[in-house]
């Protein structure tokens, strides 16, 4: 049977990474039909599009619940909690990932790779070419301590691609390290609570904000993060906060994690927000494509595809029993900070609405591009948001 | 009277045309500015809340980034039309000298053929600053130029004028240089004979004999400028900030990335509305003026 | 006011010479008009005077000097257009003032030779609109006055009478030729219409295929053509063109046509002594026939020939005879010409003096 | 003396030899004026100008990356290598398809024929119908095609997928072709209009009284006088449907993208180090085939509008 | 061939009305001329006809039938138009045969008629061209053969000549005429130069705003012209008009000019009875005035006048004369006009019966 699957990735350890999916689908006797729209290109109506045009994808690559519950009202959702029943749910998922599957109370998502937004992640050799080590910071404030030492040796001391994407991301990984998982979700939750714009945390999230930005380089506007993780391969930069799908690019470039680049956690963090790449299945479907469907979610979650699928990716495994042999020590380290479930919340496009999300990244954004935009002039213009859209 | 099929032909010849215009243009704009009433996020809704049928509206015209959008709009507007200018200038170059005009020509209009997402994607490295223009300037000594205006917000709008002034003067040239072979050959003699200067020719006769010329040029410009899109993306993609948002961006924006169809409609009626704003009156005052010059000389 | 002249002049674009080693002069106060059928190199020889086009060799003289190189502006000359060439988007005042763009001139000068002219042509009304709300006559009248108000000898006109109605155009004509007797400048007035040559001109420069073919007053070009060509291009109806043999028989000569008739040219000016047996070609203007019942006394020659048929424009009437296969012209009587059938015999006779005769041979007049 | 002179001249006109003649009067060469030079520099440097990102973009596709992250972007390949065109063309990756451009150049082709020929099609007959027939509402219809043409894409775009999907042409080419008509067709209407409003009115009643029929005209007498329009047209519909970007995403078929948008996936995201050198040569594979048509026949383009193809 | 009628036709553009009530009718065979200026309705009036145009009123018939509401192509009739209107891209063969598009003819029939057509008009080495490679007459033969294909009993012409330089058109003329002649089809013919209707025509419609202002024969047209602006309009030069009042003193008519001048009316054909004191227009045709130093027995009127000044076209001369503050027109023997001089004064008799007389109110004939 022939799936159509639509996702968004392109780079090539992403790719990589699909082919694993394929190459088991096409085992079971299905074939593989691609739509692959890269993210941020005007595109990400287009689902919605397939679908309002008659075409919907059999699987799509989707993290939003409302795109669930708008497939449901359409009489297009696939509940999955009967399938999941036979592939370990909700034990055998870190609680980050377990949570993130359900929408409405049935279990809806597949998940296919587990990622940390606001990693760190650095040079081996240029820390030690300067005599830092990042993994000895406490906190942010320690980290910019060091950072004048850094330029003056000529290397970039962090990089970062000023997309609103990339910045939007940043801004919710600082909302999770600085606040932790009530604050943060007070800000991205399903329903936000605008005190949370008043507490000194919320400052603090922009006040470092603008002090990441002071510290970016000039060529970092509107750059692409794999563009950015390249300054740190090459040594260029000493590191970049980013989510951890940048070790894919560090594999590609044939480093070695441990070795050539370290990975932690933002210092201080008291959470980390946890990004779980899913797909949906199409509902209403004949009885064979839905077979064919469950296949493919089966292959997904299979605890050895996950160990080949993390590997080429760079990500984590969805599962806690997938082989751990094949693991990096980065995806160690991940599988450490997410084993506390008090320590993890989970990427807004799981939780909160697009709408709002979206308001944020504009506000930090415009913030970020904006260097004289007042930490006041940011929360003031969210508080407005929150009133516009949500209140 | 019998039916005559030579007058029912042509009109069912222009079905089709109407069926479209209908369905597809005014019927659409009719879905939309219904839309854009209603509360429909990411699956269109029908039902009005005519209590509150203003809401997206009211959101709109409150939004930072829709003010940034008409800004933007204005800018770009005022920027492109200096492409017109150029053209002018190019053409009446041309015109006036024969040696290569072929090769000027093709030379003036290729940028025309180039897919936007190419030519954003040539201009992104250009304006490189580590690879591109920049680089090779200070290179050769001049270390004090800064070509990084992608990254400034105050700069990026102009980088993007230019890449558009870039892939659109060869077309307003072209229009320019119709225009100008149209003038009758006798009054450039005449000139000669009366010994008018290069200036005056220009300022008092030539350009406003090609007063139609413009007006085109500006309606094509405008047109172009309203709908400008893929330049953006392909060039800063709205940054930085949402430094260089246009409507036409900011509208595609709310419908993917905000997923809210009935603040996208509410934003596309907008745009709509100002266009008929501007448009109407020239468009007007145009065919009037017209009838009018035409009206004169008979 | 200067004269005019061309020596040598040789034009041409690209590989096509279209004038080659022309020569031609026009006095002082003169009124050549250039006449020519369409493409005959007339517009590229005013074009050469005003310095529009650069010529290819030659030299061209206005008064003493030598202009061949010199800027339009410079040559001291006004031109008025075809298409009048108003600038359209200037008043009325202002077209005429931009005729006096490159001369520096004192506002007050410039004041009152607008005024001269604007009330020699009687366009003061009008100063004030545009061209495009004038009527065609009246367009033709500022393109005149912009000439006029440069003061300029030399006065260049490129069929200007061609967009106007019948009417119009002969109301024109005696108005250019009245401003020509006022202020008698030099004039070159390029035409293809024959009336308005004929009526114009002190002199005629016919042309055909680049070359000049006939240079020389009215009453010479059409009394006396100097060859085939101006002979069959200049007059309505035109010239009856037959060949003949020659028959010379001592102080008598005559020519015998086909059909047999013979023409007595015994008062004909030959310019070379025409031989018996020359293959010549005889022109008889069809104004010169005398159609009667009774010969006429004296005639050159006497035919009677069946009428073919006959066309009658109210004042005047052309009866075609057939003469062998061919027709022969000749101007009636509209008020006979109304008796007249077709197939009647009719008498013609043709007065002695008035006939042309070219070499059949060359074309040329003998 | 002017008769003589004539007949001397005569004389010569008909005795003159070929071949080139001693000149009357020896003319010193004529300098090229300053001022012309002046222009001529002028255009130079709007030309060069104006090729400086095409220059950049083809020089880039030869290099390698080593020499590319030298920083010159002005020098020419040490080494030319056509590695970059065969990787762009090739090997380069959309999602998880690595068959390079080459899928979506010929995706590109099928998608633009069938768009071509309907959006021409239409407005052609449309445009033919206003300006020469006697249609009571034309003029009231003109006005509405002119209010259309400045409809942004973004107003109907929404509705659109939804009319497309209803009568089952959403995703098909079909579908593209459809909604490329539909877009083009006002201002082509209009183009195709104001042109054959310039047909002489005589050549039409002639053919009324010859004929009196609405194709047999169209087809034997006004179709083969539209050569000029019809190449402004074709060029004008041949780039922006090969160059679209949105309508093909947003309406393509699945599988059948066309070569923008495969393109667009290589260049906003691709390996580490980004390989200017397969972005560039990707980018130029992209923009050969209207750049060919714009170098062959642009000249017609310029003529075309000239004849008056794009009026107020 | 069939008789052509059209029966209060109306015709409005909008809110403007160009023709009102308008009746006329053309007797099978005849040759129709519509005669008059340009914008006074003459090419809506033939459009009418062809069907290009729908009559807001009135009704067209064709022998029997009633075209009114009938397609062109099925009218029966064919036209030849003022710019020839050719299919460009079709070569001369091509454009004679989308001539016959209509008419579901047999092929052999059709090669016949293009073969018949083409040896007619002598066309048959063009063939195979483009009319782009045709010169003006050559183009106007094809436009004469793609109508005669049809073989259609009316065949319609809109300014077919005006195109056309002089020669050209003198020529065509007769071949036009001589078609008429051979064929015998009723054709209606427009045209606002004068001389192709006084030769052409059998019948002469002068239109002016709409109007029928004359219906009649070339002769009737010239000799006696219904009103005075039939009577300004024919003729060139001109017919002189002025004003006059009329002395009738029992059997004897007369007109007292302002100058003092006096004209014998008594041979006049009065319409209506005249009345002494009435106000009146003279004319007078340039042609008709006799220019001798002898009184002329029996003229109507003899002037003695100064020469203001003479236009010679070489076969003709026009003396104008000052009469009052206005000119008097008069044809001279153009050998004649050379010897005269301006201000010399001459003496024209004006012959008896010639005369004509308007009404100086409404401007009809008395
Ligand atoms: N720029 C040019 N290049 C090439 N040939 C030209 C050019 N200008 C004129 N000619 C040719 O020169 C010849 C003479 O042209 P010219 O305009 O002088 O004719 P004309 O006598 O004024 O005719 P008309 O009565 O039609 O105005 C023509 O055969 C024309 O085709
Ligand atoms: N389609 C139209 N709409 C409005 N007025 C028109 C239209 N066609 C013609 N007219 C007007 O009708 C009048 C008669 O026009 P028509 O073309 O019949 O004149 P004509 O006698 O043929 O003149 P010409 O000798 O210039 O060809 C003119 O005043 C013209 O302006
Ligand atoms: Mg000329
Ligand atoms: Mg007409």
Not at chain 2, 64 to 84: D, T
Not at chain 2, 153 to 170: D, F
Not at chain 4, 125 to 152: K, S
Not at chain 4, 169 to 178: F, K, N
């Amino acid at each position: 049977t022939d799936l159509v699957i639509y996702h968004t990735w392109s780079a090539p350890p992403e790719v990589a990474a699909l082919n694993v999916l394929k190459k088991n689908l096409e085992a079971k006797g299905d074939s593989w039909t691609d739509i692959a729209i890269p993210h941020d290109t005007g595109s990400n109506v287009n689902l919605m599009n397939l679908v309002a045009g008659g075409n919907p994808p059999n699987l799509f690559m989707e993290s939003n619940p409302g795109v669930y519950r708008d497939l449901t009202k359409a009489g297009l959702g696939r509940p999955l909690t009967d399938f999941f029943k036979d592939h370990g749910y909700p034990d055998k998922y870190p609680d980050a990932v377990a949570h993130s599957m359900v929408v409405d109370d049935q279990v809806m998502k597949v998940p296919t790779a587990l990622h940390i937004d606001g990693m760190v992640y650095y040079s081996m050799d240029v820390a030690k070419k300067l005599g830092i080590d990042p993994a000895a910071w406490k906190s942010l404030d320690e980290m910019f301590a060091d950072f004048d030492k850094i330029k003056a040796a000529g290397v970039i001391p962090l990089a970062v691609g000023g997309q609103q994407w990339q910045v939007g991301y940043l801004t919710h990984a600082l909302a999770a390290t600085i606040g932790g998982p009530d604050f943060f979700n007070k800000i991205y939750g399903e329903k936000p609570d605008p005190a949370v714009f008043d507490t000194p945390e919320f400052r603090q999230v922009f006040d470092y904000l603008r002090k990441f930005q002071q510290a970016a380089d000039e060529g970092s506007a509107n750059r692409e993060w794999n563009l950015t993780t390249n300054l740190v391969i090459t040594g260029k930069a000493l590191m970049q906060i980013h989510g951890d799908w940048m070790k894919g690019e560090w594999l590609a470039a044939g480093k070695t994690a441990g070795k050539d680049f370290g990975c932690i956690q933002i210092p201080g963090a008291k959470a980390v927000a946890a990004s779980v790449d899913s797909w949906g299945l199409l509902g209403g479907q004949p009885a064979d494509k839905d077979k064919a469907e469950l296949d493919f979610a089966s292959i997904v979650v299979d605890p050895n595809v996950q160990a080949e699928f993390a590997k080429a990716k760079g990500s984590t495994p969805v599962r806690l029993d997938a082989p751990q042999d094949s693991l990096d020590a980065c995806s160690k380290e991940v599988l450490r900070i997410v084993a506390d479930p008090k320590h993890q919340v989970q990427n807004p496009h799981a939780i909160s609405d697009a709408d709002w999300e979206n308001s944020i990244w504009d506000v930090a954004f415009n913030f970020w591009s904006d260097p004289d935009m007042s930490v006041d002039d940011a929360i003031a213009k969210i508080k407005e948001n929150y009133t516009t859209i949500l209140g | 009277m019998q039916l005559r099929w030579s007058r029912m032909m042509p009109q069912l010849a222009l079905a089709p045309a109407v069926a479209v215009t209908f369905v597809a243009f005014i019927g659409a704009i009719g879905w939309t500015a219904w839309l854009s009433l209603t509360r429909s996020r990411r699956v269109p809704e029908y039902e009005i809340d005519w209590s509150q049928w203003t809401r997206q509206y009211e959101r709109l015209f409150n939004d930072a980034g829709w003010a940034i959008s008409l800004h933007n709009l204005v800018i770009l507007g005022i920027g492109s039309a200096l492409a017109i200018v150029f053209g002018f200038i190019l053409a009446a170059m041309i015109d006036r000298e024969w040696r290569g005009e072929s090769f000027f020509r093709t030379v003036f209009l290729y940028p025309l053929a180039v897919s936007l997402i190419v030519t954003g994607a040539a201009w992104r490295w250009i304006f490189n600053p580590q690879l591109g223009l920049q680089n090779f300037l200070h290179g050769l000594g001049f270390t004090s130029v800064s070509f990084n205006w992608l990254a400034s917000p105050e700069t990026a709008m102009y980088a993007i004028i230019l890449a558009s002034i870039w892939q659109s003067s060869g077309f307003y040239m072209a229009l320019m240089l119709s225009g100008l072979k149209s003038i009758n050959t006798e009054i450039w003699s005449a000139a000669r004979l009366d010994g008018v200067s290069f200036w005056r020719l220009y300022l008092e006769i030539i350009i406003p004999m090609m007063k139609f010329t413009f007006i085109t040029c500006a309606i094509l410009l405008s047109l172009g400028v309203i709908k400008a899109y893929d330049v953006i993306v392909a060039m800063t993609n709205g940054g930085p900030g949402n430094s260089t948002w246009v409507p036409a961006y900011f509208t595609i924006n709310a419908l993917s990335a905000k997923s809210n169809i009935g603040y996208a409609s509410a934003a596309a009626i907008t745009m709509l509305v100002i266009t008929a704003l501007i448009f109407l009156p020239l468009v007007l005052i145009t065919t009037w003026q017209q009838r009018r010059a035409n009206g004169g000389s008979r | 006011m200067p004269r005019v002249s061309f020596e040598h002049i040789v034009k041409s674009f690209g590989a096509v010479t279209i004038l080659d080693d022309l020569n031609l002069a026009v006095e002082d106060g003169d009124f050549l008009v250039l006449l020519g059928p369409s493409g005959c190199g007339k517009t590229t020889l005013l074009n050469l005077l005003a310095g529009l086009l650069e010529v290819s060799d030659g030299r061209i003289m206005i008064g003493e000097r030598d202009v061949t190189d010199l800027d339009p502006r410079d040559r001291g000359l006004a031109m008025v257009f075809q298409s009048y060439a108003l600038y359209p988007t200037k008043t009325v005042y202002g077209n005429l003032k931009f005729g006096l763009a490159a001369s520096r001139l004192e506002r007050a000068e410039v004041e009152q030779r607008i005024a001269a002219a604007a009330r020699l042509l009687q366009i003061e009304p009008l100063l004030a609109r545009k061209p495009g709300q004038l009527s065609g006559g009246q367009r033709q009248r500022v393109a005149i006055g912009r000439a006029l108000v440069k003061q300029a000898g030399v006065i260049l006109f490129d069929e200007p009478l061609s967009n106007l109605d019948a009417k119009l155009r002969t109301e024109m004509r005696l108005e250019i030729k009245k401003l020509h007797d006022t202020l008698k400048p030099t004039v070159v007035y390029v035409t293809h219409d024959q009336i308005e040559a004929m009526t114009m001109a002190t002199k005629i420069a016919v042309m055909d295929g680049g070359l000049i073919q006939q240079f020389g007053t009215p009453d010479e070009i059409y009394g006396k053509p100097a060859n085939l060509f101006v002979a069959g291009f200049i007059g309505a109806p035109a010239m009856n063109l037959r060949p003949a043999r020659l028959q010379v028989d001592g102080h008598c000569v005559k020519a015998g046509f086909d059909t047999g008739d013979v023409i007595d040219l015994g008062d004909y000016g030959f310019a070379q002594r025409p031989e018996s047996g020359a293959e010549v070609v005889i022109g008889l203007r069809p104004e010169h026939f005398v159609v009667a019942d009774q010969p006429v006394a004296n005639a050159a020659a006497s035919f009677e020939l069946p009428l073919r048929h006959t066309e009658r424009t109210g004042s005047d009437a052309t009866a075609y005879l057939g003469f062998g296969d061919q027709l022969l012209a000749l101007r009636v009587d509209p008020d006979r010409a109304a008796g007249f059938s077709a197939g009647e015999k009719l008498r013609a006779d043709f007065p002695r003096g008035k006939a042309n005769v070219f070499d059949a041979r060359t074309g040329r007049r003998m | 003396m002017t008769m003589v002179t004539q007949a001397a001249v005569l004389e010569d006109a008909a005795n003159a030899s070929p071949g080139p003649r001693q000149p009357f009067f020896p003319r010193k060469k004529k300098r090229i004026p300053g001022r012309s030079i002046a222009i001529l520099l002028f255009l130079t440097m709007c030309a060069l100008f104006f090729c400086v990102p095409l220059y950049v973009v083809v020089v880039t596709s030869f290099k390698t990356m080593d020499q590319i992250r030298e920083g010159a972007i002005f020098s020419l390949p040490h080494v030319w290598t056509l590695e970059a065109w065969d990787h762009a063309w090739n090997k380069a990756c959309s999602g998880i398809n690595c068959n390079g451009l080459k899928v979506g150049f010929w995706n590109s082709v099928l998608i633009l024929f069938p768009s071509l020929i309907l959006s021409i099609a239409l407005s052609i007959v449309t445009g033919y119908a206003l300006a020469l027939w006697n249609v009571r509402w034309a003029n009231a219809f003109l006005f509405l095609l002119f209010i259309c043409a400045f409809v942004p894409f973004q107003v109907i775009m929404y509705p659109l997928i939804r009319i497309t999907a209803s009568i089952g042409i959403y995703g098909t080419l079909w579908g593209i072709a459809v909604v490329h008509a539909v877009l083009a067709m006002p201002v082509l209407t209009l183009i195709f209009r104001n042109y054959y409003k310039d047909i002489p009115q005589e050549i039409m009643r002639a053919a009324i009284i010859d004929s009196g029929s609405f194709w047999r005209i169209f087809i034997e007498i006004i179709l083969p006088m539209s050569g000029n329009i019809l190449i402004v047209v074709l060029i004008l519909q041949i780039t922006s449907i090969w160059n679209d970007y949105l309508i093909g995403v947003t309406f393509g078929g699945l599988g059948t993208q066309p070569m923008t948008v495969i393109l667009a996936n290589l260049i906003t995201v691709s390996t580490g180090v980004v390989a200017y050198n397969d972005n560039m040569a990707a980018a130029l594979l992209t923009a050969i085939p209207p750049l060919i048509i714009y170098f062959l026949v642009g000249k017609f383009f310029v003529q075309g509008i000239t004849a008056g193809a794009i009026k107020g």
